[in-house]
């Protein structure tokens, strides 16, 4: 029997800038090592302002940069009615986090996107993928950097969690 697919939500505050660049280097990543049958990825907002919208430019260009496509997304935002659909939820920031425990999602789904870097023995010590909405073009480049290393330690966590 093949294993069951792991449903995995990347979750920030507008589902525009951080959790699509989460989303898409997951795919990417678990693709390079040929692991995509184990997971579904996808990416939600605690907000509801851009359901609906792309991704934000800023966003779409350090992807495409790293010769990744991010013009499909489309914003979404987990609600109490669909919060249940994923094994794991993972926040970008502690307040992610608290607005998904204020949602009644059950506190062992919810893991920091940092948590699995080096030497983090705690979630509340986890670092923040820092919003980068309100800043400049290196904000984004600093996001996509982190989620890129943040993301290998969160897969390889999975993987020998769920072997
Ligand atoms: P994200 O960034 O949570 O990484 O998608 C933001 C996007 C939009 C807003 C804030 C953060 N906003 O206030 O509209």
Redesign the pocket.
Known sequence: MSKPTLRILFV????????PLAEIIAKHIANERNISQLFHFESA?T?D??IGAQA?PRSIAIAQQHGLDLKKHCAQQVTTHNVHHWDYLIA?DHENRINLLAMGVPKHKILMMRQFEENIHDINDAQTVS???YGGENGFKDAYKVLNHSTTCLLDELLEKHP
């Open positions: 920030c505050l507008g589902n525009i800038c951080r959790s907002g907000g302002w851009h934000d970008m919003d980068p909405y």
